[in-house]
């Protein structure tokens, strides 16, 4: 959380307008003369222009802004951290953040002035965005970003913060933490998260508009989705319990992140080939496992970025005379595959500094591979396991127990089939039983402590669910124990 800035002497006004100029597109100007020309009381707010160190037209924005507005300076050459900066100079009961290429409509104010008196309940609100367009990609790129604006403020629970008009009251935003520069436009969702997670409504007030120019430019889209991208990747790894962060969706490349550690899917696919003679399921281990076995994610990450780079050829093409639907849908194909790819870029760069624990399947697993996202059945969270898995453990040396816990969605515990394999030794039988929805395992750690426990089992085949499915896994739990006398047979009992 930010620092929150000391009360400022003086009377203060009721808005501070807080402008950051960077990526201004040409348009700072007309912002200006937009914000110069509301029809409220002038005494009502402060404007702040916020003034990246490569600004360029400097004498020209003193000239211009005159008395009119406050000029705060500072290092940072991100927009988002522009606007923290600007947060913390403010003086209003109100914080209103916008961008240097929007333009308010000259009754902005008053309008908000209005909603304020009307819905008290509301702790903030964005306005409207009207799109202005000037090629034809940039009328692509805004019927793309206006749907997904459209689908924020009307439909989904909480993603209201709309960083090109949003209104809030000041003491609400320190509450919740503020904008982070380091997660970049990603702190827009991580901010909304936070008011709705602490009880915060957010409005949507459509009579207030702004017009928003979009340049229409590939390279900027690049950028722009490679920032987003960042934030979301670098929030996910602090792996932080903020109010609102388990509203965050979990991209699949993160929570399948560990698939490409080479060790790891080494023992999945050898736990499949030593389950048994080799058939459908072990051909389908060799096409999941095999490339990473050799090649980690050097494979998946350069069809990622050949899927990118085609769709990027492609959009180009068709930006010189290809039809306004050809250019959307290519924009939203390559925008899914820029974002596919930057995912599995970013996450590349900080794999090394990682644990596993963090993905929540229990603190001794420091890393692991095969494994599907969280989801909920009959009220309790689990995660599907591929018919193969494997689970680097950091525990105590020797006697260890292990209990995996597994709902019993496929069935009996007892009928599913699974093997488990110890650093490539089978787990004996007579070390395995089932307990209260539980394998109980009972095994000796090396004398590093680091062990490799992996596991092969036969697919389970879900009504309309394609995905390769194994053992369904709710947590494991080592901890060190003595000889255990089983209060159920152990596995080779119940499969005689």
């Known amino acids: 959380m930010q620092d929150v800035p000391a009360p400022y002497g003086g009377e203060s006004p009721l808005f501070s307008i807080i402008i950051p100029l960077e990526h201004h597109r040409g348009q700072w100007e007309l912002s200006w003369l937009g914000w110069t020309s509301q029809t409220a009381d002038k005494s009502l707010y402060e404007i702040i222009l916020v003034v990246p160190p490569d600004f360029e037209a400097l004498n020209e924005l003193k000239a211009l802004a005159g008395g009119k507005a406050r000029l705060e300076f500072t290092n940072s050459d991100h927009d988002i951290g522009l606007c923290a900066f600007g947060a913390a100079k403010a003086r209003g009961k109100y914080l209103f953040f916008t961008e240097s290429h929007c333009r308010p409509e000259p009754d902005v ?145 993160w929570s399948s992140r560990g ?56 959009l180009t093409l068709l930006t010189m005379g290809g039809s306004r639907g050809s ?47 969280w989801e909920v059945w009959q009220g309790r969270s689990f995660r599907w396991s591929e018919p193969e898995a494997a689970l680097r453990i950091e525990a105590p040396p020797g006697r260890t127990i292990i209990r995996i816990a597994s709902p019993e969605i496929r069935g009996p515990l007892d009928r599913i089939g699974v093997q488990f394999y110890l650093d490539g030794v089978r787990v004996a039988d007579t070390a395995t039983a089932i307990d209260a929805g539980a394998f109980v395992l009972q095994l000796d750690l090396p004398p590093s402590g680091r062990a490799i426990l992996a596991w092969a089992c036969p697919r389970f085949a879900a009504i309309d669910d394609p995905r390769r499915l194994g053992l369904p896994v709710a947590g494991i739990d080592v901890s060190a124990g003595e000889d255990v006398s089983w209060t159920s047979p152990p596995v080779a009992a119940m499969r005689g």
């Open 259 to 314: 698939d490409f550690n080479v060790v790891l899917a080494r023992s999945a696919l050898g736990a499949r080939m030593r389950a048994g003679r080799v058939t459908s399921e072990g051909l389908q281990a060799i096409g999941r496992w095999g490339a990473i076995a050799l090649a980690g994610d050097r494979l998946a990450l350069g069809l990622a970025r050949v899927s990118a780079g085609y769709a990027r050829c492609s």
């Open 327 to 373: 250019i959307a849908r290519w924009l939203k194909r390559y925008i899914a595959a820029l974002i596919h790819y930057q995912r599995l870029y970013c996450i590349r760069g900080i794999r090394g500094s990682l644990g596993g624990a963090a993905q929540n399947l229990g603190d001794q697993m420091v890393a692991q591979a095969g494994f599907h996202a």
């Open 109 to 253: 104010m008053e309008a908000c002035i209005r909603a304020i008196g009307a819905r008290p309940d509301w702790a903030g609100f964005s306005c409207q965005s009207v799109p202005i367009c000037h090629n034809r990609l940039s009328v692509a790129e805004a019927a793309m970003y206006q749907a997904d604006i459209e689908f924020g403020m009307k439909q989904h629970p909480w993603r209201k913060v709309l960083d090109q008009c949003f209104v809030t009251r000041r003491d609400v935003y320190w509450e919740c933490g503020g904008l982070r520069e380091e997660l970049g436009h990603f702190a827009e969702w991580v901010l909304a998260a936070a008011y709705h997670a602490r009880g915060h409504t957010i409005g949507y007030l459509e009579e207030a508009r702004f017009h928003h120019y979009y340049i229409g430019e590939i390279g900027e889209l690049k950028t722009f989705t490679l920032d987003f991208v960042q934030g979301e990747i670098r929030h996910l790894s602090e792996a932080r319990n903020d109010p609102g962060s388990e509203l965050l969706e979990t991209p699949v490349e």
